[in-house]
């Protein structure tokens, strides 16, 4: 079907090469209109995997779905007639918010960028790793700390495998190109083998633009994986599931969950049927059940469960590359039956979950994404030729991603005297081509070394420096500040002070010297409280400085709504005002940008007391169906508060 009609082709007289050129490899030559179909393809299957499977996402946990296909659309018929046409949802959303920074930055935007764009767009909606790199960005922290497990909780999750089928998708037979630039990608969110997923669906979706065997493609996958990877294991296990049991999809999808849906010390902070392996597992298995048939991949990925709008989206719209839009059961394009769609879901992509970016026609969406993958074939050595008046692309498929160099912002950084302090300097290029030096006013006891800013500060007082990294005749320089503090005091107060109509009475772990372990202000009824934290000493005490860390907030309540600073005075409290936070706490009541494990610094005028504590509103909101029967909670959450003196 000739769909797409918004690229515009008249370059290609410009640049035509004759064929005698070039070697007569047809895995090199892809046709210019092909090509675009084929995104088109995909993005449709990703839109109706996405609108399908959501009817279905988390509904088969513990068990499969029954064994009656197809499943068909359920609620998510009522949102299509309500937009009148496709809607955003997170497995596709993204995607559309990195193509605007293509078109905006070029086609290898790097991570300032992209996180930029991950503050100015992601508002809510955001959940699992996703939202906690976002509100490590709104910290100060850029990629790929923002993915990286000794930052954000949630590393081993599943999102990087549902926002970066893009970077494929640009990127037609250029599988290490594609690999590469979505691992880059990966990483703003996820660690280690939390990106493994990610890496063979990006194998895979490069491959499908020539490769047509499903098979064959998920080796392809495997082998495109880092030696060692966690997932290839699970790969080949899934497949020998699939020749042992080829006829009962219940026990293999048994054995999967019993292997991989796992409660371990690396996914302590999650919630284990949105592991990034497990998922991705039933997301080869459904390709390996379906063996192509769209409708029976479609619904493979629904009945195998966990989070299955997103291997549904994914692997449908991996489908749309392989076999394109004629694959399509066309009721699952124009599933409104009473309603009169000339094009697919009405040609219309209704925005409805990211703040600033507009509604556009599929079709446009397509082509739009189309013209990036043109530009990312040329700009890797690939070429536009003529066969017989038809205008294809001679495809460089021996490409690589280069990282681009960066030196992005630091956050401001906060350390005690005699207490071990790390950062990492994060800049693209190997240490063997880079130079990092230092201007400025180190803390004693601390050096920039091995990419990093390290080492036991001896000396408390406020720091400002310059790190300036230096590759290949350019040089990048950031500010730092550094806050060493005096040692925490927090132990030698002679009583913690907390809202004692809490049910968990075991307050002590405030002040324990580790942020591992969360307090929850949780009360035995829902009623809606101050609470507050703090500490009373025997003597006077002169404080200038605290920190605190709220750990890990649940998905409906465990916040501040409000926020105090507060110390004894004249038998009474008195309110801080004049108090300078870092980095500003979001106290909205809503889930969406809640960090896990953020350290808060609050810095105000020396007060001389006995006593000082942070008190505020709990926050909660209301639980989705599936937890209502939980009842409303307000509570706040914390994992350490430490005093400084001045």
Partial sequence: MKIIKTLVLAAFVLCTYPVSNFAQDDRQLLSVEEYQEAVYASWLGQI????????????????????????????????????DGAFSDDDTDIEYMYLTQME?????????????????????????????????????????????????????QIDPQLVNEIWAVT?????????????????????????????????MYSAAFFEKDIGKLINIGTAALPEGARFAGIVEHVKKLYREYPDDWQTARRIVKENYLVYADYNKYTWPPIDANLNGAYGIMALLY??????????????FGMDADNQAATMCGLLGVVYGIDAIPKDLLYPLKDVDWTQPFNDLYKMVTREGLADATISSMAARIATQGEKVILAQGGE?????????????????????????????FYAEVNQHFIYPIYTGISPEELTLSVQGNLPPGIVVTDALIRG??????????????????????QPAHLTVHTANIAGKATEVLFNKNAIDQNIEIIRDGSSETTYYSTKKDDSREIDFYG?????????????FNTGLPQEWCGWFTSFALEYWQDDAWVAIEDYQMTPEM?????????????????????????????????????????????????????????????
């Fill in 586 to 646: 979001n106290i909205d009541n809503s889930q969406w940008l809640k960090g896990s494990f953020i350290d808060y610094e609050v810095s105000f005028p020396t007060v001389k007391t006995t006593a000082i504590r942070i008190s505020g509103l709990a926050g909660g909101v209301e639980k989705d169906a599936a937890n209502a029967h939980l009842g409303m909670q307000y509570f706040t959450a914390i994992s350490e508060l430490r005093v400084y003196e001045r």
């Fill in 456 to 477: 036991v500060p001896t000396q408390a007082g406020k720091y400002n420096f310059t790190v300036t990294a230096t590759a290949g005749g350019i040089s990048k320089s």
């Fill in 48 to 83: 109706v995997g996405n609108t399908y499977g959501l009817c279905y996402e988390f509904t088969f946990i513990e068990d499969p779905g029954p064994d009656k296909f197809p499943y068909g659309y359920t609620w998510t018929l009522d949102l299509l007639r309500k937009y």
């Fill in 171 to 203: 990127a037609p037979g250029m599988i290490d190109y594609a690999v590469q630039k979505s691992a880059f990608a990966a990483r703003i969110t996820n660690d280690s083998f939390g990106i493994e997923p990610t890496l063979h669906y990006a194998a």
């Fill in 290 to 303: 379906g063996q192509g048939d769209f409708q029976k991949t479609l619904d493979y990925s629904c009945a």
């Fill in 104 to 156: 905006k930055h070029g086609i290898e935007p790097g991570y300032y960028h992209l996180a930029e764009a991950w503050k100015a767009h992601v508002k809510e909606r955001v959940w699992c790793a996703n939202r906690a790199a976002l509100t490590l960005m709104h910290a100060g922290h850029y990629p790929p700390v923002t993915g990286s497990m000794g930052y954000n909780p949630q590393w081993c």
């Fill in 535 to 547: 500490y009373r000493w025997d003597a006077p005490v002169a404080i200038s400085a605290i920190s």
């Fill in 384 to 412: 536009i030729v003529q066969v017989d008046d038809k205008a294809y692309y001679h495809i460089n498929e021996t490409a690589s991603f280069a990282v681009p160099f960066e030196l992005n912002p630091f956050p401001p």
